[in-house]
């Protein structure tokens, strides 16, 4: 069955940055879009950014815009989230998620995203 792996997470100083990379293990999302979300506790799953399945329509939280770009060499995995100018509100547990296939769109909605990866912790310190 296919799994969404992500990796890339670690501790960056504040103004720092990481890429993550999310991967398609045992099979594929094909003409899926791909999302990534963030979560901290004790609060909801938050979008971040996205990608449609061609890579070339993406969609950013406010909160991200012009400091992080989602990325995926045309229609297939891995999709990277590039994160620029990290600010310690951006620590928070990170997860992949791609649409069910057929919706090739970029969604800014967690309810249209069927398969979710295990997630990787982002820690950005001031």
């Known amino acids: 069955q296919a799994q969404l792996v992500e990796s890339g997470g670690g501790l960056v100083q504040a103004g720092g940055s990481l890429r993550l990379t999310c991967a398609a293990s045992?099979?594929?999302?094909?003409?899926?879009?791909t999302g990534w979300f963030r979560q901290t506790p004790g609060k909801e799953r938050e979008f971040v950014a996205s990608?449609?399945?061609?890579?070339?329509?993406?969609a950013y939280a406010d909160s991200v815009k012009g400091r992080f770009t989602i990325s995926r060499d045309n229609d297939r995995y891995p999709v990277y989230l590039q994160m620029n100018s990290l600010k310690p509100e951006d620590t928070a547990v990170y997860y992949c998620?791609?649409?069910?296939?057929?919706?090739?769109?970029?969604?800014?909605?967690?309810?249209?995203?069927?398969?979710w990866g295990q997630g990787t912790q982002v820690t950005v310190s001031s």
């Open positions: 045992g099979g594929t999302f094909s003409w899926a879009g």
């Open positions: 998620a791609a649409r069910r296939a057929g919706y090739i769109s970029s969604s800014a909605r967690r309810s249209d995203y069927e398969s």
């Open positions: 990608i449609g399945w061609s890579g070339s329509v993406t």
